[in-house]
């Protein structure tokens, strides 16, 4: 019944490898997110796509691969994990792209806590 | 790009008092501010929200405050209590140069501890 899934929650690996992180939202909504949360629990945009279309592109480097296979899943993939990639991933969906002022609230999953070794 | 501002970092208040967290947001384009509450270990969740055609908002305990010219937004918690404890973060939703795409920007957070 969760609306905003993610797995797997914790994610252990060493520097160099190659990982992935699955989303999947059951709420019909067209947009979907990914935040990266570093240690002091900052909270920034990585990317947005919209009905499978990357909208948002926030300067990442390209070891991060975002893949939206259809509307319902968002999929991060990173090659050659980094010790600074160490934080914790969320990805989210909202209804709409557009904010036209409106609410648009963004439902956050659960996260993955990504730790590089 | 917007960027916002939230203080102050951390608030510890007491049972019963009242707290208040201030933002500032630098592009005038932004035209929605929402306010997320994250409780430790969990994730982030909306809890009030305000348009920029509308200058004060209130749900039960909760208000948000917007003043457009001076582009600062406040969030104030009347009769806090103990389950009120956690992360909030304010933002903006700015459109993407020209179009209407709305890009979230958060505030640094404000750690909100209540004692009892």
């Known amino acids: 019944d969760t609306a905003v899934s993610q797995t797997p929650k914790y994610l252990v690996t060493q520097m160099g490898n190659d990982k992935s992180i699955k989303c999947e939202q059951n709420?019909?909504?067209?947009?979907m997110y990914w935040y990266k949360q570093d240690s002091k629990k900052f909270l920034k945009i990585m990317f947005s796509?919209?009905?499978?279309?990357?909208?948002i592109n926030e300067t990442v480097p390209n070891r991060f691969s975002p893949k939206s296979p259809d509307k319902a899943h968002l999929n991060l993939h990173i090659n050659s994990l980094e010790l600074g990639d160490s934080a914790v991933y969320f990805c989210a969906s909202s209804p709409f792209l557009t904010s036209g002022g409106l609410r648009n609230e963004q439902f956050f999953g659960p996260g993955t806590r990504l730790t590089v070794l | 790009g917007e960027n916002v501002e939230q203080h102050p970092s951390t608030l510890s208040v007491q049972e019963g008092d009242s707290a208040v967290i201030k933002c500032t947001y630098s592009d005038s384009a932004s035209n929605y501010f929402p306010w997320y509450k994250q409780e430790l270990g969990k994730r982030p969740q909306l809890i009030i929200d305000i348009r920029s055609n509308v200058g004060e908002k209130k749900d039960q305990r909760i208000a948000v405050t917007l003043n457009k010219t001076a582009k600062h937004f406040s969030l104030h918690i009347t009769e806090t209590q103990p389950e009120d404890s956690a992360v909030y973060f304010c933002a903006a939703s700015t459109p993407r140069g020209g179009t209407s795409y709305g890009k979230l920007t958060f505030g640094q957070g404000t750690i909100l501890t209540v004692h009892p």
């Open positions: 709420l019909g909504h067209d947009t």
């Open positions: 796509y919209n009905n499978k279309e990357l909208i």
